[in-house]
């Protein structure tokens, strides 16, 4: 490895995968590793208690930007690497993504090719939220319009991973950054508990004037990529979206996507009716969103 390189893990009851995750980093030269955990439940950091880490118990659950900012914080280089804790890298996908930082000045963030263990690809290319595409979710237009990118914020064409793209974000499942350009943009936005949080940073990102790059060489193991937010997430998930919404757009734009995301979580509960998980949690969205919009709670 050319250029030094931290490597953040943030651990959340992550005792099943965690090990798999650090221990191959722990192994790579001038990679420097640190565990972030978020008073987990299953005593998670046990299990890389002998690896040549540094583990941080951060003392509450503040959300993946928050374990995420103690992290980078310790350390110094000029690389940082953002990886989930059912993840997994290997040296060579690693050296692929700092090369494009080392060639590429413009470039502040890098995401790999994701897979699932199965192999099948996981759709980590995105657009922002707009008002388009929360109403087209909302109206279930993304489903027929695939290709229409104001419908879509996930970049689903399988040919579009088969090169190198600078797309507007990328999952923050796996991330290499430019530490300087984090200390500009000041780390991650703690208002996003969780989601969101990805999507945000590269918007400011962004807004300095860097660009977000694809590397589809790089490739990166996710055990949970291609799963969807469970049910009890759901508001978690509509909360995230509304902060975002007050971040990055005017008052009219807020207002829109708030009636959208509205619509979205009503649409969504009554095509899950039968499903009571499912329609519970999108109940709860609806409320979130609500309590959101009108500071009810």
Avoid: K
């Amino acid at each position: 490895m050319s250029t030094p390189i931290d490597a953040v893990v943030v651990s959340y009851n992550s005792r099943d995968t965690l090990r798999a995750c650090v221990s191959p980093l722990a192994s790579l030269p001038d990679v420097s590793v640190t565990v972030v955990d978020n008073e987990s439940a299953d005593d998670s950091l046990a299990v890389i208690a002998d690896l040549p880490v540094t583990r941080i118990a951060s003392g509450r659950n503040g959300g993946f930007g928050f374990g995420c900012n103690i992290g980078i914080a310790r350390g110094s280089a000029p690389f940082v690497l953002l990886l989930n804790p059912d993840a997994r890298i290997d040296e060579a996908a690693l050296v692929r993504m700092a090369a494009v930082l080392e060639s590429e000045p413009q470039v502040a963030v890098v995401g790999p090719r994701i897979v699932g263990t199965d192999g099948v690809l996981f759709h980590s290319m995105r657009r922002y939220q707009r008002i388009g595409s929360v109403w087209a979710t909302a109206l279930f237009l993304h489903r027929v319009l695939t290709r229409a990118a104001w419908a879509n914020e996930i970049i689903r064409q399988p040919e579009a991973y088969d090169r190198a793209a600078y797309p507007e974000w990328v999952s923050g499942a796996c991330m290499l950054i430019r530490r300087s350009v984090l200390e500009q943009v000041e780390g991650f936005d703690e208002g996003f508990f969780l989601y969101g949080e990805d999507m945000d940073l590269c918007a400011r990102v962004h807004a300095l004037g860097y660009r977000v790059r694809f590397e589809p060489a790089a490739v990166v193991v996710h055990e949970g990529g291609r799963s969807a937010a469970r049910t009890s997430l759901y508001a978690v998930l509509a909360r995230s979206r509304m902060v975002f919404a007050r971040r990055h757009s005017n008052t009219a734009s807020v207002l829109a996507q708030c009636l959208g995301l509205a619509v979205g979580a009503t649409t969504h509960a009554l095509a899950t009716a039968p499903r009571r998980a499912h329609r519970r949690g999108h109940a709860a969205a609806l409320r979130a969103i609500v309590a959101e919009c009108f500071g009810t709670a």
